[in-house]
Structures are given as structure tokens and as C-alpha cells.
């Protein structure tokens, strides 16, 4: 495993190959100050010669540490930083628990992470969602390699449409993230941080498991070619996934649907000075999904059915240029392409009447989503300027809905400006600030909208550190948060539609934490707690029309608001060199300013108030790691709709579930 090799004091870094060499070109400085780090090490620093160095070899001893540590993280600022110093609080999923947990997926990848949760959601097509901070899955902004390029239409299905193998690490940073990133970063973002290649290598995997008599089972494999002076490799990567129906209760419809999900791709980059990096990647993902009833039976002849086809073409081009050991910038353009064929219906009853009325069901949607932009980066003193400019263009056609009055063609485009600047001040840099602020023209508001952000980390000594967040975030009324769905066993299609003069939701959240990170005498140990608190203004709602036969007719609608106020606590420590411990914990509160009126309840339904989870990793030798994990949820209300017969409404009613556990061992 290669080393990472960043020059303090400017936007300059490299990687070692796998014998330690590395190159660093027209530094044009008398001594240069290194950082070096490798992934579950900690961090040291090296002083040397600067310009035309080329000297005897250099011996960097690292000591072992916690799994996170060592890593570059960059989605909580727009920067590389190393995670043990980054100013804003980040969660980090690495390659190797990725590969400890066996997920197949970014769906499964999630979930050990402090103060975040994947539930998953409906019996018939199990699309998933990742709850940050208590918030539904639509206030979290999905990224890939720091680009918004999965839409809300795409993001419905999204978290399984990409495998493990194009996963290099995921970032969660928690709280409004607009003034980077712009419309969708209201609770959290999640940056999923593509492969890139390293070295010479190929890998082939298989992933299988079996539950009840349903198997589900996954292939993949990897290939990778770096050239020998490090200027120039390419990535390949391929999947495909097949998981049986799952009826746990024999009730004739599934808990779990069937999925088909087949994946290839590449990424590719070329350097064409020693100071500049052209990259371009391309990904093609297919995924067929069903659930319901009678799964044997063609769609349209099911009681019950959700049945979607997804053809997904995405990609991204990127060039970056150092022009001096001060002064970067680069150029971005990234692409989603999203064919969708589906089925959102029923068989009312078994009459060629009602078989010639299911037919109308089957839909069609397209979803082509474009962002690029222009960054640059200057180093002034003890100054980290960043200014620039994303434009996303987003166009939604769906005729999904059995009725053309509810089909949409719609789109919608959002240009942003953002200016940062990370400064330093105090001996030894003890104070780390980031001040910075966006401000965003979206096509579907009058108004701009401005988005600050203030975070600040002081370092207290050596091993603690505090740090302070005050950041904002924003919604804009776009169409599609699983916007159509089946609302009963009767096939019934629930549509969601915006309401006139829909304003934008607002975001404000403030974090305050404190973390010590040391070794105690040769064993490394972390403890952290963070208080946090965000508020939700003119939260959306969904509130009942009318109805017209198979079709129910929702309008979203601004509210008073919401708020999510909590603590949570963190737990690290490595007693052995190859026994590591790690846990998170979560207590937290949410409420709406408003009481639910159909369950006269002002708390958030379906998340906890505590909920956390424990991993313990222990490398037993000759490349075998036994690795276990505990996920805690706490209980939590639930609605029900309890239907009646020759009732036309059901019975609502809330109920307290019970706390549960789930345990997981690997090997």
C-alpha cells in the first residue's frame, strides 16, 4: 500500500508507489515540510530539501493507530485535509470496512457510522433510505466524487444501484452542507468517492447468502494498470447481482422483491505536465427490480405489483492544474442519464375488464441531470482561498401515472457562486477557521438564496481538540421523493404533486464537539462527544386531495417546521496491534413545530431517539480477519393503517415498537 505525501502550506500532494518512491516536481522552495500518512497509521512529518532534491532515502517511521486515521478526507471542505485534522466533524467509510462488513453495495456499506441510520422501506420494491440527524432520506444529498449528479428520482432506488467494487471510501458530513454544494445538503451529505488506480493488480469476488429458502448472490471483479512513472493508469471494474423474492410470512407478498443489478465501468486518468491531472470516468448500471404478489405472473396480472427497469449511464471529466506551489484551479463536468420503465399498480379483480384497466399502469420516465463548474484555489500566508462557480441542469418526463393529467415535464436548472476561506491563527496554528458562503439562483424560486457556513476547530493540545459548526442548508421544490407509489393492497396509486408558490426548505444547524485522540502509552485511543441542534423552516408536507378511481391525489406543502436536537457520543481504542474496538451512539430528539393530525403526535415517525452501534475487528494472521458488528435501534413510533371491511378509510393508529438488535460475524 502506497503512502500519502502532502506539502504543508500549500495545495501540493502525491502517493508512493508500494517500495516508498514517490516524485514531487517544480516546488521551486528552498525546504519543503511533509506530511506523511498511510491509512490506519498516524500521521508524521518530515522536513526536507525543496527544489531538484533527489537524496539518500528518508526513513518515516508510522505508528499503528485506529482504521480512519491516515486517510485524506475532503467533502467537509473542498480540500484534502487528513481525517485526524480536518475542522468539520466527518464519518468515513474505508475500503477495508467495506470489504469487512461484505457489503455489496453502498446501501450496506452504511449504517456503522455514528448518528446515521439506512432503513429500509415498502415490501414490494425495498428502496432504501439514509436517515442523518433523524431526517428522511430526501434531506440527504448524495454525491459521487463531490458532483450532485444523483438526482431525486435517481435517488429513490440510488443507495443499491452502486456496487462495492467502484467504492473507494464513503464521507458523511452531517448538517447543511448548501454553501458547498448547493440545492439537496439540508440534514447531510454522503460522498461516495470512486476507485481510482493504484497499482498492477486484477481481483475477482463472490458474495453469496441464502435466508429462508431465498439466495442472494453477487460477482464482481476489478482490474488495474498504473504506468511505471505514475503518469498515467486505468480502472475497470464489473458487477452483477441476482436476489430471489423473500416471503417471510407466506402471505402470498414479498418482504423482500426480486433484483437483478448488473454494472461495468472505468476510470482513467493521464497526466500531462508533472503539475496537471486529466481524468474521465464512465459507468453504465442496469437494475430491474419486483415485488408485490404472484411474481410468476406477468406485471399487469398481479394483485399487487411494483416493477421498475433502470438504465443508467454516468460519468464525469475532470482537469486539474497547479500552476504553482499557491495557486490551483480546476474544470468539472459530470453526467446522469436515467431511462426508467415501471409499474405502479394492480388487479382489482379477475375480470378482462380489470386486466384491460391494469395495463395502464405500466409508465416510462427520463431523467437526464448535467452539473459542471470552475474552482480555484489560492494560498495566501496563512490564508486557503477557495472561490466558484456550479451550474445543474435537471429535466424530469414521467408518464408513470395510469391518468396523462398527473404526467410531468418539467425542468429545472440551479447556478451557484460560493467563496471560502480556511485561515489558521495562533501559535502553532491552534485556531482553524473556515468561514465561506453560496449563493444559488434555482429555476424553481424568485429569489436567490444565500447559504452561509462558519467552522472552526481549536486545537486545546496535543491529543483534544474542539470544534464548532454553524451551517446552513436548503431544498428547492423540485418533483419526485418517491412521489409515486402504491398506497394499498387495493393497487391504488398514490401520486404527490407540488403545490402552487412551493417555497425553498431551510436548514440552520450548529455543532459544538469535543474529541481526544491520543495514544495512551503504546495503545491509541478516541473519545468523542458532539452536541448538535438543526432547524427546519418551511418543512414539506403531504397533504390529502382528492381521489379519482385508481388514483390519489397528494399536494406537497410548506409547514411550520422541524427540529432535531441531540448528542452524540464516540468510542475508539486499539489495545492490540490486531484487535481493534469501535462503537457510536446517538441520543437525539425530533419534533415538528406542528402536531400531526392524523396521529395527534408532534414527534417524527419511524426513527428513533436512541440508536447506535459496536464493531470489533481483530486481524487473526496470514491475511485472515474475523470481523463482528452490532447495530442498536431503539424504540420508535410506528403509523398503521388498519383496514376495514366495507370501510372506504382506514384506521390509523400509532404504535411503540420494540428496541432490536442486529449481530453480524464475517470471516
Not at 133 to 139: I, P, S, V
Not at 417 to 439: C, H, M, P, T, W
Not at 551 to 564: C, L, M, P
Request: with cysteine; charged share 20%.
Amino acid at each position: 500500500m502506497g503512502a500519502n505525501i502532502l506539502v504543508r502550506g500549500t495545495n501540493t500532494g502525491t502517493a508512493t508507489d508500494n517500495n516508498g518512491f514517490f516524485s514531487l516536481k517544480n516546488l521551486n522552495i528552498p525546504a519543503v515540510s511533509l506530511t506523511v500518512s498511510i491509512i490506519g497509521y498516524k500521521s508524521e512529518a518530515v522536513k526536507i530539501a525543496g527544489s531538484n532534491y533527489s537524496g539518500d532515502t528518508i526513513f518515516v517511521p508510522l505508528k499503528e493507530t485506529l482504521i480512519e486515521l491516515g486517510s485524506v478526507v475532503v467533502t467537509g471542505t473542498n480540500n484534502a485535509h487528513l481525517y485526524e485534522n480536518v475542522p468539520v466533524k466527518t464519518e468515513l467509510v474505508t475500503r477495508k470496512l467495506i470489504q469487512h462488513q461484505g457489503a455489496c453495495n453502498l446501501s450496506q456499506a452504511l449504517g456503522l457510522q455514528t448518528g446515521v441510520m439506512v432503513e429500509n422501506d415498502c415490501n414490494n420494491c425495498n428502496f432504501t433510505q439514509v436517515r442523518i440527524l433523524g431526517f428522511d432520506g430526501k434531506y440527504t444529498q448524495i454525491l459521487i466524487d463531490g458532483d450532485p449528479v444523483i438526482s431525486s428520482l435517481g435517488g429513490v432506488y440510488g443507495l443499491e444501484h452502486y456496487p462495492q467494487e467502484m467504492i473507494e471510501q464513503i464521507e458523511i458530513v452531517k448538517g447543511g452542507g448548501s454553501s458547498l454544494y448547493g440545492a439537496g445538503a439540508v440534514a447531510g451529505t454522503v460522498n461516495l468517492l470512486t476507485r481510482k488506480p493504484q497499482n498492477n493488480s486484477t481481483r475477482v469476488g463472490f458474495y453469496g447468502s441464502s435466508y429462508g429458502g431465498a439466495y442472494d448472490q453477487q460477482i464482481g471483479a476489478v482490474a488495474e494498470i498504473v504506468s511505471d512513472s505514475k503518469d498515467a493508469g486505468f480502472f475497470i471494474f464489473g458487477s452483477t447481482r441476482f436476489r430471489t423474492e423473500y416471503d417471510h410470512n407466506n402471505d402470498g407478498f414479498t418482504e423482500m422483491g426480486k433484483l437483478t443489478n448488473e454494472t461495468i465501468g472505468f476510470t482513467g486518468f493521464v497526466k500531462p505536465t508533472g503539475n496537471s491531472d486529466l481524468s474521465v470516468s464512465f459507468h453504465r448500471i442496469f437494475e430491474e427490480r419486483r415485488g408485490g404478489s404472484t411474481l410468476n405472473k406477468p406485471v399487469h396480472e398481479s394483485e399487487i405489483a411494483e416493477w421498475t427497469k433502470h438504465y443508467k449511464f454516468g460519468g464525469k471529466i475532470r482537469f486539474e492544474h497547479r500552476m504553482s506551489t499557491n495557486f490551483s484551479y480546476k474544470f468539472n463536468y459530470a453526467l446522469s442519464l436515467l431511462d426508467r420503465d415501471s409499474y405502479y399498480g394492480g388487479l382489482s379483480e379477475d375480470t378482462p375488464e380489470a386486466k384491460l384497466e391494469a395495463l395502464n399502469f405500466y409508465g416510462f420516465s427520463q431523467n437526464p441531470l448535467h452539473t459542471g463548474g470552475f474552482q480555484a484555489n489560492y494560498i495566501a500566508g496563512n490564508h486557503f482561498l477557495t472561490a466558484g462557480i456550479q451550474f445543474d441542469y435537471d429535466k424530469i418526463l414521467d408518464e408513470s401515472v395510469a391518468s396523462a393529467a398527473y404526467y410531468l415535464n418539467e425542468k429545472f436548472s440551479n447556478t451557484g457562486l460560493y467563496i471560502k476561506d480556511e485561515f489558521f491563527v495562533g501559535n502553532s496554528n491552534q485556531f482553524n477557521i473556515i468561514a465561506g458562503f453560496r449563493v444559488d439562483k434555482h429555476s424553481a424560486l424568485q429569489d436567490w438564496i444565500f447559504s452561509p457556513r462558519l467552522s472552526a476547530k481549536y486545537q486545546i493540545s496535543e491529543a483534544l481538540k474542539m470544534r464548532a459548526s454553524y451551517s446552513t442548508g436548503f431544498k428547492a421544490p423540485q418533483i419526485f421523493d418517491e412521489d409515486l407509489h402504491i398506497c394499498g393492497l387495493e393497487g391504488t396509486q398514490r401520486v404527490i404533486r407540488n403545490a402552487e408558490g412551493l417555497k425553498e426548505e431551510k436548514s440552520t444547524t450548529f455543532s459544538l464537539g469535543l474529541e481526544f485522540l491520543d495514544f495512551i502509552g503504546e495503545i491509541p485511543l478516541l473519545f468523542g462527544v458532539t452536541l448538535f441542534n438543526t432547524d427546519l423552516n418551511n418543512a414539506y408536507n403531504d397533504e390529502y386531495v382528492s381521489s379519482d378511481g385508481t388514483i390519489e391525489v397528494w399536494r406537497r406543502v410548506n409547514t411550520g417546521g422541524a427540529n432535531a436536537k441531540g448528542i452524540e457520543v464516540d468510542f475508539g481504542i486499539k489495545p492490540t496491534g490486531n484487535l481493534e474496538f469501535r462503537s457510536g451512539l446517538t441520543l437525539k430528539e425530533n419534533k415538528y413545530s406542528e402536531v400531526l393530525n392524523d396521529f395527534n403526535t408532534d414527534k417524527f415517525l419511524r426513527t428513533p431517539d436512541m440508536f447506535g452501534y459496536a464493531r470489533v475487528t481483530f486481524e487473526i494472521g496470514d491475511g485472515f480477519t474475523l470481523f463482528s458488528s452490532l447495530k442498536y435501534t431503539g424504540s420508535m413510533l410506528v403509523p398503521h393503517e388498519i383496514a376495514v371491511d366495507f370501510q372506504s378509510d382506514p384506521i390509523l393508529e400509532l404504535v411503540s415498537s420494540e428496541e432490536f438488535f442486529e449481530v453480524d460475524f464475517s470471516i
